[in-house]
């Protein structure tokens, strides 16, 4: 960016083009909320956020001519590489390495999961920090339509920047890592980096616990099983039905690591190393019938999530299907 704060670049022809301003540190100061495109060999000039969108730049401004006798500055991509943001591979990392050892397994450290470890659709530490409150995003058609105000949005105001901040020396994260979460917040907390998808026709593409025809045998077999044994229990708990919100419920069930499934966990009792009071345990040891059927069942969805593995596995295999956005999927 030039003194005056104009910015003359080329730009990669044909793909969205998402414009943010940044702090020092890489954290978003202000963002475009649209997107926009440019044709190969295609010069397109914009005079200014807050200014008239119907108005080209005045071409007589004497900083922006002598500019422009100059070539063009060319994009740099951030060091850890070019393409689209992919939570996987950009934002896991750095959970993996500074906060995984205490915020992961069996007892994550303040009931927080910032592994890897896989969920319905994502991983526990995608679903903990963005159904958690811990990053500040726009849902999907809900997010404001007037311009967006400069340092209210995204990781300027995320608890998770707060956070990592506040104890930054005593972490010692290195500024790339933090980098790479604020970017990550800034774009709008997206999980995936590509439209591809290992399960046409199921909820987004990509659910391990239902096709169109409703619930898999495994994840029904869990519903049956925990109406059985809890009289307060409704599939809303881990909402294991079509249609209904994350909520960050999808934390239930690990597919992963079916052991440290909270939905077994929870409701073991702490003497046969469980969370739940002796008293109030449903299952009173893990030799029993109805704890080892759901162990059991979610076994059966690691292994079908093995064998096809989503796009945020390796060994994922894209299925070609229609893309009509008119539809619902």
Known sequence: ??????????????????????????????????????????????????????????????????????????LQPPPWGAGNVDYVRQVQPVLDKYCARCHSGKAPAGKIDLSGDKTRYFNMSYETLCYGGWVKYYYINQGPTGVFPAMQTGSMVSRLTKLLESRHQEADVDPESLRRI??????????????????????????TWADKEGLLPWSRKIQE????????????????????PYAGSHLEINLTHPEWSRILLDHLAKSAEGTAPDDKALFKTQDDPNYQTILHAIEEGKRLLEATPRMDMPGAVPIPQERNFGKVF
């Open 1 to 74: 960016m030039d003194e005056n704060g104009s910015a003359y670049f080329t730009a990669p022809s044909n793909v969205e083009l998402y414009f943010e301003a940044l702090d020092s540190s890489g954290k978003e100061i202000s963002r475009m909320g649209s997107v926009t495109q440019i044709t190969t060999g295609e010069n397109v000039s914009c005079i200014g956020c807050h200014e008239n969108r119907l108005s080209a730049p005045p071409p007589a401004r004497a900083s922006a001519m002598a500019r422009l006798k100059n070539p063009p500055d060319h």
């Open 182 to 207: 604020y970017s990550w917040i800034d774009a709008n907390i997206p999980y995936y980096g590509t439209w591809d998808m290992t399960r046409p026709h199921s909820m987004g593409g990509r659910d």
């Open 225 to 244: 099983t925990m109406a059985r044994v809890d009289p307060s229990f409704t599939p809303d708990k881990i909402y294991m039905q079509l249609g209904k």
